[in-house]
């Protein structure tokens, strides 16, 4: 048997002296130069500048498109009401994918369509975060929150505008193709207006203005560097190139004072009635809300550009708040009644008791989250004992849920 040579390349059978490098293998007397190391990485780097552009748009399928009565119907079966927003939502966001999948089979198409960015306004628990929830489930895309008031321009205490999109890259598993499709819930994004000439600061507006001219470069559509793992905290990562030109971006806000706004614009008043303006529903002020309102709110005129959707949703009445507890597939009271069917356990919330629920949710004023809140401060007792009992039926009184509920520190809000 023929004897390795230490000094010989396995891969060309030169040998090596002392001027090049061997790079040793695991096996003895095996070994590879620096010239075959060279060759092959100029090799690979060919085959991957080839190749890499068709692996990138392979991954970018077509998604599949909802029409707008569809999409409102699967709405309908989670949120209670708000027909108006509904309609508006589904023909926008139906038009934005209807966007996207002509823009990756028509390249030269020389008609360019704009995104079709929503705001919504609408006060706490109308269901705003619920819509766009349920939408990024239905259409299957990658789907993130973002708190607004946490924003504040680069070299101030807070986080960069840019760390939404790690959240989109986080909820899409860091597939960037597939994160470029996403929909991004900025909430409360009104407490980003900017300070008007009634509030005066000698201080810099760093989580207002500034805020606002920094999300115009991700609404835009443009190219971001985004840091995977958020930006202040670790400056020495790699960054991630992510195109926001197809990201569904949905702002909210519960823009308080907007119905006096509204009014103002309208020449009227939301109380009274003026004689030349007839056709003015001063029941639903929000209903006339436009850019323009925006604008005198706070959001400053490039941003209000960003946004060409605006929509509102209603207040809800007693009446819509009773059907949010019984009727959507989420109900809270079905929510409980499947989980104490998992423990054979028969649960029934007798009428009283709703009534007593949606009572306290209106003198609350929470909208739905505030229903949540009572049913769980109600029900966290008998959770507890229940699986542990030997009752195969409970009823859920009136007396019940009052006494649960007045036991409950969240009961001292009221």
């Known amino acids: 048997m023929a004897k390795l040579n230490d000094n010989k390349c396995s891969f060309c059978g030169q040998y090596i002296n002392r001027d090049k490098i061997l790079f040793r293998g695991l096996q003895p007397g095996t070994g590879i130069c620096e010239d075959c190391l060279r060759n092959g990485n100029s090799i690979l780097q060919d085959y991957l500048n080839e190749h890499e552009p068709q692996i990138a748009t392979s991954s970018q399928k077509a998604i599949k498109l909802i029409k707008p009565h569809d999409i409102k119907a699967k709405l309908d079966e989670y949120v209670i009401g708000q027909d108006e927003a509904k309609k508006v939502i589904a023909v926008a966001v139906y038009n934005h994918y209807k966007r996207i999948n002509s823009l990756s089979a028509n390249s030269d198409d020389p008609v360019e369509i704009e995104k079709s960015n929503i705001i919504m306004i609408g006060d706490t628990g109308t269901g705003k975060t619920l819509l766009a929830k349920t939408i990024a489930k239905m259409l299957d895309v990658p789907f993130c929150i973002a708190d607004a008031t946490v924003f504040t321009q680069a070299g101030y205490v807070g986080e960069d505008v840019e760390s939404i999109l790690t959240r989109l ?24 207006a900017r300070k008007g000439a009634e509030n005066p600061s000698i201080t810099r507006d760093v989580a207002g203005e500034g805020v606002q001219q920094s999300l115009l470069k991700l609404l835009e559509g443009s190219l971001v560097n985004v840091p995977p793992q958020g930006g202040r905290k670790h400056p020495e990562q790699k960054f991630i190139e992510v195109n926001t030109q197809n990201i569904l971006f949905i702002g909210s806000g519960a823009f308080n004072s907007m119905e006096k706004i509204i009014a103002e614009r309208m020449n009227t008043h939301v109380i009274g009635y003026k004689a030349d303006n007839k056709a003015f529903d001063k029941k639903n002020v929000m209903k006339y809300v436009s850019a323009q309102d925006l604008k005198t709110f706070g959001l400053i005129p490039e941003l209000c550009g960003r946004f060409p959707v605006v ?13 949010i507890l019984l009727e959507p597939k989420n109900a809270l009271v079905k929510q409980y009644i499947k989980l104490l069917q998992l423990d054979d356990i028969q649960l029934v919330f007798e009428d009283e008791a709703i009534e007593y629920i949606v009572d306290k949710a209106v003198e609350l004023k929470l909208g739905a989250r505030g229903l949540r809140s009572i049913v769980e401060q109600i029900m966290t007792n008998l959770m507890f004992d229940a699986p542990s009992g030997k009752k195969k039926k409970i009823s859920i009184s009136a007396q019940y849920a009052k006494e649960q509920f007045e036991k409950s520190i969240y009961s001292e809000i009221g």
């Open 311 to 323: 929509t509102h949703l209603d207040a809800l009445d007693r009446a819509a708040l009773k059907r």
């Open 169 to 192: 890259l986080q909820a899409a598993d860091y597939d960037v193709k597939k994160a470029e499709r996403g929909i991004v819930f900025i909430d409360e994004i009104d407490k980003i």
